[in-house]
């Protein structure tokens, strides 16, 4: 078992609480008596701790690893893992971790033999991730529980337990898990979009604008290319429920 340069390269918040106990025993092949300074790829040394709050700073990697703990959770739900949820998984991390993604696998087939207090864990991703990167985590979970087509309902109970506990709205959860939905809910792009069928042109034009702002990538460019990618393609489904509404309407 290895954790190489991505591990290496910087960790924050996660070495402590319940996400750096799921991965205690990663930091412990690699961090003899590190707490508050790590090593980067040169071999010199970081403090991650930020002096202005004494609190640990996010890095991109601690997303990384949050995402490896909370998919875990998600997968193993309902009791086994589905081949299509790992083949999700796979692609996610082939796309995102490159050269690391067999060593970020090793890491998550080692979570999934883990019983590990999602509902805690996902608190200590709301105290220190930002709400967009919040989101964009929470938009490939859903997508992993997507992955042949049906919602299990126990694995959407275990994400929106998930969603509540890192502080994000109702009407975020419904608007993420509504774009995976479109063909078996004739209102997905109302839900999407945080609105009621029911609303005029002009209150649906502003509800995009909000949605679109929310949603753009420049908003997680620090949290890395893994959360920059979800976050694209939730601003992508945005303009297409947008498109949707519009083309239902006869909106110009």
């Given at each position: ?8 390269g910087?960790l924050?918040?996660?070495?402590g ?51 490896l ?5 998600v997968m ?19 796309k ?6 067999n ?32 989101l ?24 929106e ?17 509504a ?6 809910d004739?209102?997905w ?13 002009e ?18 460019a ?31």
């Open positions: 078992m290895s954790v190489g340069r991505w591990i290496l910087g924050g918040f996660v070495l609480g319940p996400i750096g106990a799921a991965i205690g025993v990663f930091i412990a092949m690699f961090f003899e008596s590190s707490d508050n300074v790590l090593e980067d790829s040169d071999g010199q040394g970081q403090d991650y701790n930020d002096p202005r709050t004494n609190r640990r700073r996010v890095t991109p990697n601690d997303i990384k690893i949050s995402i703990v909370l998919v875990a959770c193993k739900a309902d009791g086994h893992v589905k081949k299509s949820e790992l083949e999700v998984v796979k692609d996610f991390l082939r995102n971790y490159g050269d690391d993604a060593e970020a696998l090793q890491m998550l087939k080692t979570l999934l033999e883990q019983n590990i207090d999602y509902v805690s864990v996902a608190h200590q991703v709301g105290e220190y991730v930002n709400y967009s990167t919040r964009a985590i929470l938009q490939f979970l859903v997508n992993v529980a997507a992955a042949d087509g049906v919602f299990d309902d126990i694995e959407m109970q275990v994400i337990q998930i969603s509540v506990s890192m502080g994000v709205s109702q009407g975020d959860f419904d608007s993420i898990v774009i995976y939905k479109p063909k078996r004739p209102n792009a109302y839900v999407a979009l945080e609105i009621e069928a029911t609303a005029t042109d209150e649906v034009k502003k509800a995009y604008r909000k949605m679109a702002m929310k949603y753009h990538p420049d908003k997680v620090s949290a890395g290319d893994d959360i920059k990618q979800k976050a694209t393609e939730k601003f992508r489904a945005i303009n297409e429920a947008y498109e949707s509404i519009k083309l239902m309407r006869g909106m110009k």
